[in-house]
């Protein structure tokens, strides 16, 4: 096992690899279980009491830009993780991540969590049919686009796709939905109650009243998410991913793909155009 809790680690490691800016607070710490696993860091990641823990071998994890980060991710041998720029979190217990049995996590830039959020493609434990004797319980990969916000204690679990501009709201749980671009999921299990409603990263609190009068109308610079030339398929971009056989090809192809797809604001739409 390698341990990363400082930077003076990093230069150690001899079987895995962290490329890029990372900085540790705290408590924080990357355990590598394996070998030639990799975390791959675009322009900076900044890990506050949070543990990152590649279970295995040839785990990929990408990042963009996250100047302050608070959780636990868990990645699981032969699978990637693609966690794009700008995140914003509240206080709290932070954000669990549980990526396994080679399955895979994509989230896209401006993920907005509140308290207590989790997100994870695996039950954690095997369940079977006793008649016919088949495991029922299998993983599967979860897709999430940009500006995407998770209310307080929401849970995404397997199977999942959630597209750009959607709402989670308190205490749902959300397994195996499609989630368009634009609406809004609540409850347990999750369904949606609305269409056609926009996210806004900013927060009203501490707003004084002439702020909030503005606030009632929505901005004249807002753009709706929508199906162009450079919407991306989900399923066809895992492929692509996993095409690349090893954790620093798949992380090299990522930051390809960051850095060219990001300027697209409709790349992670999900709708009927996209997905029938």
Request: charged share 25%; aromatic share 10%.
């Amino acid at each position: 096992m390698e341990i990363v809790k400082n930077i003076e680690d990093i230069d150690k490691l001899k079987e895995n690899k962290i490329i890029g800016n990372i900085k540790l607070v705290g408590n924080s710490q990357i355990k590598f279980n394996g070998k030639d696993n990799v975390l791959y860091v675009d322009k900076q990641f900044t890990l506050i009491n949070t543990v990152i823990d590649f279970f295995n071998s040839n785990g990929c994890f990408y990042v963009g830009q996250v100047n302050s980060f608070k959780g636990d991710v868990q990645i699981g041998p032969d699978s990637f993780m693609y966690f794009g720029s700008g995140f914003v979190s509240s206080v709290g217990n932070g954000l669990i991540v549980k990526c396994d049995e080679r399955k895979n996590i994509i989230i896209g830039n401006y993920l907005l969590c509140s308290y207590n959020n989790e997100i994870r493609v695996t039950d954690g434990h095997l369940m079977y049919d006793l008649e016919t004797g088949k495991r029922i319980n299998q993983s599967k990969s979860i897709f999430m686009g940009d500006n995407v916000w998770l209310a307080n204690n929401v849970t995404i679990n397997k199977g999942c796709m959630i597209g750009s501009g959607t709402t989670i709201g308190n205490n749902a749980v959300v397994a195996g939905k499609r989630c368009d671009s634009h609406t809004v999921w609540v409850g347990n299990p999750a369904k949606k109650i609305r269409e056609n409603v926009f996210i806004s990263q900013k927060s009203p609190i501490g707003y004084t009243q002439k702020e909030l009068d503005e606030a009632e109308n929505i901005p004249a610079d807002i753009q709706p998410y929508k199906f162009d030339e450079n919407t991306v398929n989900f399923y066809k971009l895992e492929q692509d991913v996993l095409s690349n056989e090893s954790a620093l090809k798949r992380s090299e192809f990522l930051h390809k793909f960051h850095i060219e797809t990001s300027k697209y604001h409709n790349r992670f739409y999900v709708g009927k155009e996209v997905y029938n």
